[in-house]
Nanobody, 123 residues
């Protein structure tokens, strides 16, 4: 089992940047595939990005390629989401997720979830 805690959210102006962090408990962080999802008010949770256990493979939602970057530091049990050129439509609660197996990039493919961190982008 793994416990996930996100941080780094906040209020930012359009065009700005934020870096989200997700700290994981336990000594087996490197055995988990990690993902970031987001959920805006009234909308379903949507996939943002995921990263392989070693960090060597990443995958992004098409609409976010080039602006968002996922990375991980297995020595620090942490996964990051660097978000640049933020837009008001990026406003959402951002969640990190973990699973031992990679079966896809749907929310149902991940077993463990953090509590989320709010990102608000003002115009």
């Amino acid at each position: 089992q793994v416990t996930l805690v996100e941080s780094g959210g906040g209020l930012v102006q359009a065009g700005g940047s934020l870096r989200l962090s997700c700290a994981a408990s336990g000594r087996t962080f490197s055995s988990y595939v990690m993902g970031w999802f987001r959920q805006a008010p009234g909308k379903e949770r949507e996939f943002v990005a995921d990263i392989s256990r070693s960090g060597g493979t990443t995958y992004y939602a098409d609409s976010l390629k080039g602006r968002f970057t996922i990375s991980r530091d297995n020595a620090k049990n942490t996964v990051y989401l660097q978000m640049n050129s933020l837009k008001p439509e990026d406003t959402a609660v951002y969640y990190c997720a973990a699973d031992r197996r990679y079966t896809g990039n749907r929310a149902d493919d991940y077993r463990y979830w953090g509590q989320g961190t709010q990102v608000t982008v003002s115009s």
